[in-house]
């Protein structure tokens, strides 16, 4: 999903498959499961991404520069 690669990176954020491909998906959850550090990893960067780039105050500066 487009949205989605904006978002989140590759082996940073999120473990990020084709959409259509079953197995990618399979071995994708699998690495998460069996990869304690991999998967602590992976959510600590989400959720710092997160916080960095969608807070109130971004949120106004995005919703002023659709203004201009």
Same mark, same amino acid.
């Given at each position: 999903v487009p949205l989605v690669r904006t978002m989140l990176c590759h082996n940073e954020s999120a473990l990020l498959v084709n959409p259509n491909n079953p197995a990618a998906w399979l071995t994708a959850i699998e690495k998460a499961a069996t990869n304690k550090e991999l998967s602590v990893m992976l959510t600590?960067? =989400? /959720? =710092? =991404?997160?916080?960095? %780039? /969608? %807070?109130?105050?971004n949120r106004a500066k995005n919703v002023l520069n659709g203004l201009s």
């Open positions: 600590k960067n =989400a /959720y =710092a =991404a997160f916080l960095m %780039n /969608y %807070n109130w105050e």
